[in-house]
């Protein structure tokens, strides 16, 4: 059996994007099993792979890891993406949970029902623009630092260079105010792990077509 981790999900971004970006931002291989139709999900259900019934699923060290934020968790915590103490840990964990919130958004726009996509899609811009880039920008002022938290790169670096270049599908001029976070995607991006997963090819996922909103409709929804 492979040592490398398992990723367990349909064939987009949706809430396991995150953990390929972690996965990858640190360096680890990892291979990935997709939901092609329904029976894929309910075989995993019935086998007693998922402890909610929900994926993302994870194998890694020869646990079957369900949940979101605990499969980032203890990615980060294994991969010393965590800060170094409680304190950066709290300040990680308070602006991630802030990039959750603003990913929940942006995740949940291409499932919406077309009479309400343009509602959604305002409201998605108008938090990222004056709610949450904002608080980034800020912190990056304050912190004086190339980084989020500390002095080294931590989920919260990762996680919200994956926001912005996701936000700047639909609005590539939204952080023409914000310079700090200009340079903040620019540094990042030029980190070997990172650089390495931005290249075509990579196990990074594009932009949801409507061929994969459909599928995930037909294994999630039907």
Do not use: C
């Amino acid at each position: 059996m492979s040592g490398k981790p398992r990723l367990h999900y349909f064939n987009g971004r949706g809430r396991m994007e995150t953990i390929r970006w972690l996965l990858a931002a640190a360096g680890v291989e990892f291979e990935e099993s997709y939901l092609e139709k329904k029976e894929d999900l309910t075989k995993l259900q019935k086998d007693g792979s998922l402890l909610f019934q929900q994926v993302p699923m994870v194998e890694i060290d020869g646990m079957k890891l369900v949940q979101t934020r605990a499969i980032a968790n203890y990615i980060s915590t294994k991969y010393n993406l965590y800060g170094k103490d409680m304190k950066e840990r709290a300040l990680i964990d308070m602006y991630v949970e802030g990039m959750f919130d603003l990913n929940e958004l942006l995740m949940t726009y291409e499932i919406q029902p077309a009479d309400k996509k343009q509602e959604h899609f305002a409201n998605m811009m108008d938090k990222a623009e004056n709610r949450y880039f904002p608080v980034f920008e800020k912190v990056l002022k304050g912190h004086g630092k190339d980084f989020l938290v500390g002095n080294q790169l931590s989920r919260a670096d990762v996680q919200l260079l994956e926001i912005i270049l996701m936000v700047e599908e639909w609005k590539p001029d939204i952080f023409a105010k914000f310079p700090l976070l200009q340079s903040f995607k620019a540094r990042l991006s030029n980190i070997p792990t990172i650089k390495k997963f931005l290249q075509p090819g990579s196990q990074r996922k594009p932009p949801s077509d409507d061929d994969v909103v459909d599928k995930v409709m037909k294994i999630f929804y039907s």
